[in-house]
């Protein structure tokens, strides 16, 4: 591919291409890096490492279609708007309410915050603690895109240090043998065990896409998002090997496997650095998840108003610009289950599945963008031929089936179920809705 020279549509003033980075670096590197490299070391050993890099690169694949969007089109309600544009309304706002269940994992990651730093502070009440948590970003997201950027500049810088510590402590204690192929606990159950890591880990390795939510407030949108999404894969691809490597092969494999980051980091580190590090690795995941979270799921909510999929109150902004109902929705469907000691978790996994389904939807629309939007395609900031295009699509298509079919194998019956229900009534929903005439889309 060859880039323009320049994205003429650019506004002089938003988010530049290192904000932009730290938003999706913020949103891809939560509590998966934390809890997930255990899990695959079970499956695979001492590979782990490598079962991490090749999962980043799958990740990639399926975030391709998004960065190939993101390079021609500059939209307001980010993925929604573009389905809408390109496949009707009628898709737009299937798509639209199907994303929006992403919500529901904002609770999650705010319960799991909770976690850690009661692993810090005994004396803290983990869900209270969560509370809190949800409450100073929703506050932080009531200031303003500007305001929450700034904000995730410092999280995500934290993070990344704290990431990279371990890192460094660790390199200096790996077992003579690290690199050894030929080692039994290597590939420790085969080819099988390793494509089982594989599949595990790459659910930590897409949510990068998501940047391409604030392409409105992005000062060159064409060109500074699909450069985002490729720099934090270039980020999460050092990040999470390393971590993978370090996390793998310095105690024995049974002392690590299925077990979270921190038994080696307390293993490796005196205790001063080992609260740093839970501080700056896995509550600043966290920290930085949510808060961009909190953003980034209420944009196409906030659009929907705006077409009339929902009444139109719900999309009343602050001074700040920010859409302080649909926020103040979020965080009461974050924190009343906190409250309430409901199974998050259970809703969580509950509504996945639909997310992983509309990429379908979304790459489906991209198919049709040469075509649909001609202008839009002349003038792509990515140079390419159409077959070149249309290649790259069907990668993103195939690497987004394969993990929606490792999630049916790996689902209860019951969630499929609720994932069929919550399809059959957001498409009755919509045809409703489009059929009231109160639907009256801005296709910007």
């Known amino acids: ?103 529901f994992a904002c609770g999650m990651f705010a319960l799991s915050l909770g976690q850690y730093l009661n692993m810090i502070f005994p004396t803290l009440p983990i869900r209270t603690t969560a509370i809190v948590a949800v409450t100073f970003f929703y506050i932080f997201n009531m200031l303003g895109v500007t305001f929450m950027s700034k904000i995730q500049n410092i999280l995500g810088a934290m993070l990344i240090i704290g990431l990279l510590v371990f890192v460094a402590v660790g390199m200096g204690q790996l077992q003579p043998g690290t690199f050894d192929f030929s080692r039994p606990d290597f590939f420790l159950n085969g080819s099988s065990g390793f494509l089982a890591a594989v599949a595990l880990l790459v659910f930590s390795c897409y949510g990068h896409a998501f940047v391409v939510a604030f392409s409105k407030e992005a000062k060159h949108p ?63 995941a966290l920290a930085t998840t949510l808060n961009s979270s909190l953003s980034v799921f209420a944009r196409p909510f906030h659009q929907m108003t705006r077409d009339g999929w929902f009444p139109t109150w719900l999309g009343r902004t602050n001074r700040f610009g920010a859409p302080f109902y649909i926020l103040t929705l979020m965080y009461l469907i974050a924190v009343i289950p906190i409250a309430l000691n409901l199974s998050i978790s259970v809703i969580t996994s509950n509504t996945v599945l639909i997310g992983r389904i509309s990429d379908l939807v979304a790459i489906a629309a991209v198919l049709t963008l040469p075509k649909r939007l001609p202008d839009a395609w002349e003038n792509r900031y990515f140079r390419m031929s159409k077959t070149t295009f249309y290649a790259l699509i069907m990668v993103s298509l195939a690497a987004t089936v394969f993990c929606i079919y490792i999630s049916l194998g790996n689902m209860p019956r019951s969630n499929i179920a609720v994932t069929v229900g919550l399809a059959l009534v957001f498409l009755v929903y919509s045809i409703y809705r489009q059929r009231s005439g109160k639907v009256k889309m801005e296709k910007s």
């Not at 490597?245 to 490796?268: F, H, R, Y």
Request: aromatic content about 10%.
């Open 222 to 284: 064409r060109r500074d998002i699909p450069y985002a999404m490729m720099l934090t894969t270039g980020i999460i691809m050092v990040v999470y090997t390393l971590i993978a490597l370090v996390d793998s092969n310095i105690l024995p494999v049974p002392e690590v496997a299925g077990k979270p980051l921190t038994v080696v980091a307390k293993q490796i580190m005196p205790e001063p650095l080992y609260y740093a590090f839970v501080i700056g690795g896995p509550v600043m």
């Open 1 to 103: 591919m060859e880039a323009a020279p320049k994205a003429p549509d650019a506004p002089k003033k938003g988010l530049g291409l290192y904000a932009l980075t730290m938003l999706a670096t913020g949103q891809v590197i939560g509590a998966g890096v934390v809890t997930l490299v255990g899990a695959s070391i079970a499956h695979t050993g001492r590979s782990a490492w490598l079962a991490y890099m090749s999962a980043v690169v799958l990740g990639f694949c399926i975030i391709l279609s998004y960065l190939i969007l993101s390079s021609m089109i500059r939209v307001k309600g980010g993925n929604y708007t573009f389905v809408a544009t390109l496949l009707g309304d009628r898709w737009g706002g299937l798509y639209g309410m199907a994303f929006t269940m992403n919500v």
